[in-house]
């Protein structure tokens, strides 16, 4: 029996694109980026000229940004976060301003070619925009019993685009909530754009150390780029009570930094202070601005107190610190590659830099964790530099949290982490990945209602980023509610439609509502948009099995187990398969060799919606208790 997919609509024609290519320049998202207009018209108009592949990064260097023939993109990375820029601006502007439009121009990740997508119908409020179309009925197999309330982690960690809640005191006030958005600057002078850059990162941490205080993410505030902006409308899309706004100027010699406290109901500037240094004491003015900042908000803002003064790093340690932040945003392999390279530097540079040392532990963390790094130390390495970086300076939120991520995953002690988890989160409350990490390992203990707590924290905290909506859907999922979860990952392919990951999890939420039909059509688009993952094969080897065809789903087996065999897949997604069988013992069987190559999924046994099934069996309640302590 073959998949029946949905007839695809025409591709759209050159002048619709070129006509949706002037709307997107013409957004506040784009108007005053000129270096990302020019991104964007340059690989639109490039793929309409069939000259997509010659869309290489070096082409892009010299064609887009002025580089000369001696460009070496193992050590200029600026197309890399120039794509990385323009994904961001892009996913923002469809959230909003693009809400309706009928074609979407996207920039896959990993390719600089664009594409051009035609939605059927502009989206509705609280509906996804379809790029496809979903098979309501439910289907099953005439043997299978019908799945009950479930759970479920996939592997990922990621995703949000959605409507924040306000958060408020113990005292029934609105807690001050601060959104630093990208200074202005110079778009041609690279060097001002990264100093520009180190402003805003050295006001973010500050103003984050401010007690009685919430920060928005970087990756949210940062897609309101430029002056001039609605601040009202900006603000309530980021949940912001506060936004703080400035330019970067050089005149001459010296450098001039204008930063303004705005506050969003009736956009009052409650503080302003211009900053006139020689360029020569660059890094001086960024801790000078950080400082004064913190200060007139622990003054300015009710229930704020003053941030403690921490050491200052030696100018190049962080240089290279900065460098290695804009790096790991990038979120790929390379990327993360290059930002460890520069966070090791940084701490031989000056090896006191407590935030360096916890950076380069985060760094080590994820690659090891993911076994992307080449390094077999790597999980150990992590742990020490997070060690060092807490020796130095025991107030740093983030090695907490990294500390208590590795404790979780690697460790596999819940009490532990969860210590960790509580310090990182009593210095910091604005840490989204912090609270997106501790609903996961609340999940997995199926502390439901606490679990979703911290994945609705993580959201409000990082609004406008698509991989923090499939982040909460899979909480949603994994703690019973997959109508929720299948919601989530429609928003983020509203943001994001070639992101695979939703369509990941939009298949497992079909599967776990038994729509198995729409659940294959998921996961077939989610594998063909890259690597076949043995989450998504053991997803759709269930709703294969489910669906009647067990031919499919055995087929699906045989490739699972052939990747768990040379240690690039999961058993637990092996047990997928043959739940939906109806083979409970081989599942169990499948979950016993996944707990003995201390597979991470493991941790998720209680809230994976396709073990359902098997859940009943006398030997998984044993299974469970083994696996953690």
Same mark, same amino acid.
């Given at each position: 029996m073959s998949v029946s997919l949905p007839p695809r609509d025409p591709a759209p024609s050159p002048d619709e694109v070129r006509a949706a290519l002037a709307r997107v320049l013409a957004s506040i998202h784009f108007v005053r980026s000129e270096r990302l207009k020019q991104f964007l018209a340059h690989v639109t108009e490039a793929?309409?000229?069939g000259r997509a592949a010659e869309l290489k990064e070096t082409v892009i260097a010299s064609e887009v940004f002025d580089r000369t023939a001696t460009f070496d993109p193992r050590t200029d990375s600026i197309v890399r976060l120039e794509a990385r820029r323009l994904r961001e601006r892009l996913g923002a502007y469809y959230a909003a301003e693009g809400a309706a439009d009928a074609v979407v121009i996207d920039l896959p990740k990993g390719h600089y070619a664009a594409r051009f997508i035609r939605r059927h119908a502009p989206p509705n409020e609280g509906r996804p925009a379809e790029m496809h179309r979903i098979d309501d009925t439910p289907t099953r197999a005439p043997a299978a019993r019908r799945v009950g309330r479930v759970g479920w982690m996939a592997a990922a960690l990621a995703v949000v685009v959605i409507a924040l809640l306000a958060w408020r005191g113990t005292s029934g006030r609105v807690t001050p909530t601060i959104a630093v958005l990208p200074f202005d600057a110079d778009a041609a002078d690279d060097e001002l754009g990264r100093f520009a850059f180190g402003v805003v990162e050295d006001i973010t941490t500050a103003v984050a150390g401010v007690p009685g205080t919430r920060v928005i993410a970087r990756s949210s505030a940062f897609q309101y780029p430029g002056r001039g902006q609605d601040l009202t409308r900006v603000g309530r899309a980021l949940g912001a009570t506060h936004l703080i706004e400035g330019s970067v100027r050089r005149e001459g010699g010296r450098l001039r930094i204008s930063t303004q406290l705005v506050r969003v109901d009736d956009r009052h500037h409650v503080w302003a202070e211009t900053f006139d240094r020689r360029a020569g004491d660059a890094f001086d003015v960024q801790d000078a601005v950080a400082a004064a900042v913190a200060a007139a908000i622990s003054e300015t803002l009710p229930g704020?107190?003053?941030?403690?003064?921490?050491?200052?790093?030696?100018?190049a340690a962080y240089e290279l610190y900065l460098e290695g932040v804009a790096l790991r945003g990038e979120r790929t392999l390379d990327a993360a590659t290059q930002a460890l390279a520069r966070f090791e530097q940084a701490v031989a540079a000056d090896p006191e830099f407590a935030p360096a040392h916890a950076a380069l532990g985060g760094v080590l963390a994820t690659m090891g964790f993911h076994g992307q790094s080449g390094i077999a130390d790597a999980l150990p390495r992590a742990r020490a530099s997070i060690d060092r970086a807490l020796a130095l300076d025991d107030r740093l939120a983030s090695a907490y949290a990294t500390r208590a991520w590795v404790l979780f995953f690697d460790d596999w002690d819940l009490r532990g982490a969860e210590r960790e988890f509580a310090r990182a989160l009593a210095l910091n409350p604005s840490l989204a990945d912090t609270h997106n990490l501790y609903a996961l390992m609340l999940m997995a203990e199926r502390r439901d209602a606490d679990a979703l707590a911290h994945a609705r924290a993580a959201r409000d905290l990082d609004p406008l980023s698509f991989t923090r909506a499939n982040d909460v859907g899979v909480v949603m999922l994994g703690t019973g509610h997959p109508r929720d979860a299948l919601d989530h990952a429609h928003?983020?392919?509203?943001?994001?439609?070639?992101d695979r990951g939703a369509h990941g999890l !939009?298949?497992?939420?079909? =599967?776990?509502?038994? $729509?198995?039909?729409a659940a294959i059509r998921e996961f077939e688009q989610a594998l063909a948009r890259g690597p076949r993952?043995?989450?998504l094969l053991g997803g759709l080897g269930y709703a294969y099995a489910r669906q009647g065809e067990p031919a499919r789903a055995r087929a699906l087996a045989a490739e699972i187990a052939t990747a768990c065999a040379a240690g690039t897949g999961s058993w637990v997604h092996l047990a997928y398969v043959h739940a939906g069988l109806g083979?409970?013992?081989?599942?169990? !069987?499948?979950?016993?060799? =996944?707990?003995?190559? $201390?597979d991470v999924d493991v941790l998720f046994l209680d809230a994976h919606p396709l073990l359902a099934p098997v859940r009943s069996h006398p030997a998984f309640a044993?299974?469970?208790?083994?696996s953690v302590r």
């Open positions: 793929t309409l000229a704020a107190a003053a941030p403690p003064r921490r050491r200052s790093p030696s100018a928003r983020a392919m509203r943001t994001s439609p070639t !939009a298949g497992m939420a079909l =599967a776990a509502l038994e $729509r198995h039909a993952y043995t989450y083979e409970p013992d081989a599942a169990i !069987a499948a979950l016993e060799r =996944a707990r003995e190559a $201390r044993a299974l469970r208790l083994r």
